[in-house]
T-cell receptor, first 111, second 114 residues
Framework: GQQLNQSPQSMFIQEGEDVSMNCTSSSIFNTWLWYKQDPGEGPVLLIALYKAGELTSNGRLTAQFGITRKDSFLNISASIPSDVGIYFCAGRWDTGNQFYFGTGTSLTVIP | ETGVTQTPRHLVMGMTNKKSLKCEQHLGHNAMYWYKQSAKKPLELMFVYNFKEQTENNSVPSRFSPECPNSSHLFLHLHTLQPEDSALYLC?????????????FGQGTRLTVV
């Protein structure tokens, strides 16, 4: 199956700092998604990307669909304690196909 | 009502028990999914149903048996599980076809096999 590698695996940052994480694939994807999962809950969709080079924002979150279509980036500006959780990327190479998920980036925000 | 609802939220079962997980989606989607989430591993797709028909079974052991009676409901029947089957089981739904949507997840069922 498709391999999605997320980095870093975990991050410990001070409140107010900016965060960057990325996701790379061994294959091309036509859709990139970013999810956040709180402990004991299901993943919640943050941002969806559909076009190579696309840059999309959702509040303090900004995600980009890499030009090669094999990577995507998520940035969080001015982090706050409620940003704590695990962030997953997901990719799909064609409509109707399954989504492949990355291993997750665990974010801890220190007040 | 939330978009995708899973019950129960927590389940502890013995290896000889039979239990079922339930998922219901209120989003009008035509595809539903079961995922397994174990610690330190990516989400593992188990089953996919499009328009109530199973379209994928990712080499899941037969002790997991899915059922999709209609496009809004999905079950996962469990029997003679092993301790390594303990995990968070997530249900998701999406729309596939002329207009595809992202996958929306339920809150999950935390399963512990003892």
């Amino acid at each position: 199956g498709q391999q999605l590698n997320q980095s870093p695996q975990s991050m410990f940052i001070q409140e107010g700092e900016d965060v960057s994480m990325n996701c790379t694939s061994s294959s091309i994807f036509n859709t990139w998604l970013w999810y956040k999962q709180d402990p004991g809950e299901g993943p919640v969709l943050l941002i969806a990307l559909y076009k190579a080079g696309e840059l999309t924002s959702n509040g303090r979150l900004t995600a980009q669909f890499g030009i090669t279509r094999k990577d995507s980036f998520l940035n969080i500006s001015a982090s706050i304690p409620s940003d704590v959780g695990i962030y997953f990327c997901a990719g799909r190479w064609d409509t109707g196909n399954q989504f492949y998920f990355g291993t997750g980036t665990s974010l801890t925000v220190i007040p | 009502e939330t978009g995708v609802t899973q019950t129960p939220r927590h389940l502890v079962m013995g290896m000889t028990n039979k239990k079922s997980l339930k998922c219901e989606q209120h989003l009008g989607h035509n595809a539903m999914y079961w995922y397994k989430q174990s610690a330190k591993k990516p989400l593992e797709l188990m089953f996919v149903y499009n328009f109530k028909e199973q379209t994928e079974n990712n080499s899941v052991p037969s002790r997991f048996s899915p059922e999709c009676p209609n496009s809004s409901h999905l079950f996962l029947h469990l029997h003679t599980l092993q301790p390594e089957d303990s995990a968070l089981y997530l249900c998701a739904s999406s729309q596939v076809g002329l207009i595809d949507t992202e996958a929306f997840f339920g809150q999950g069922t935390r399963l512990t096999v003892v």
